[in-house]
């Protein structure tokens, strides 16, 4: 079984979680841990472009980080999400409450 990797770095204001691997069944948790540890705190941009496969709980993962981050008035964004993350995110049904960049070039001052 493949793992993740999640490297956290800084970009202005914003704190980049860069996500590469699976994220499902196995693997949510350290993600969780992870997004958690900085949603609601500082701005947040979720870096999918290394994503290799997400479930529905790499999803719910990704939603309760928006209902934090909006509950704490702190930015949140996905970034260039892989072709098969943007897949998972439009299956949903909610991709609009995904706010969605292209690039960290794109990340607001």
């Known amino acids: ?6 490297e ?9 979680l860069s996500v590469h691997g699976p994220i499902n069944s196995y693997t949510f948790t350290e993600l969780q841990e992870k997004v958690m540890k900085h949603v609601g705190k500082a701005d947040l941009a979720i870096d999918l472009s290394g994503v290799s496969s997400m479930t529905s709980a790499g999803i719910g993962v ?7 981050a909006e509950a704490e008035t702190k930015r949140i964004y996905i970034i260039a ?10 299956s949903t049904g909610f991709a609009d409450r995904f706010p969605t960049l292209s690039s ?6």
Not at 1 to 6: D, E, F, L, N, P
Not at 9 to 16: D, E, L, N, R
């Open 81 to 90: 999400p892989s072709e098969v993350a943007r897949l998972a995110i439009e």
């Open 1 to 6: 079984m493949t793992g993740i990797s999640i």
């Open 62 to 68: 990704m939603l309760a980080a928006i209902e934090d």
């Open 8 to 16: 956290a770095t800084q970009k202005g204001a914003f704190t980049v």
């Open 104 to 109: 960290l070039k794109e990340l607001p001052a």
